[in-house]
């Protein structure tokens, strides 16, 4: 039995009326066609075609994916929906704002896998001899830039 995470559903972006009529014309037309996407048992794609084919009793197919944790999950619905979908800027800047969380999560938790919070040899070499030759991140940089807007 298909579980419905509310976390999960609600990070994609509701379909516009049209969308989702056109989307239910072309399963009633040519069926599901693309299998729906699990963890378990729980739906991380296909939320609208499982909506779709549960309410008119069509069949379709699941395929399962695995991850880590509930965060790499996040971050892979983002970016599938970004690729998927013309979204408005908001959308995309929510999206990558919920990506800026989940990969600093991600990024903790690896760091405490490979041995804490120690600060790598070449950061401390790089401090040492005062060498700002380091590439610097901007996170707020990296948001607008995958989000194709200005900061």
Known sequence: MIQIDK????LIPPLAAEEKAQLEANIVADGCRDPLVVW???LID???RYEICTRLELPFNTVQKEFETRAHIRVWMRQLQRGRRNLPHAWI???ELGNK???????RANQSAAGGDKVSEKAVTAFVKNDNTAPKHNTR??????AGVST
Do not use: R, V
Request: proline content about 0%.
């Open 7 to 10: 976390e999960f559903q609600a």
């Open 40 to 42: 378990g048992d729980t």
């Open 46 to 48: 296909g939320h609208n």
């Open 93 to 95: 800047i929510d999206l």
């Open 101 to 107: 969380a989940d990969l600093a999560e991600i990024g």
């Open 141 to 146: 940089n990296e948001i607008a830039k995958a």
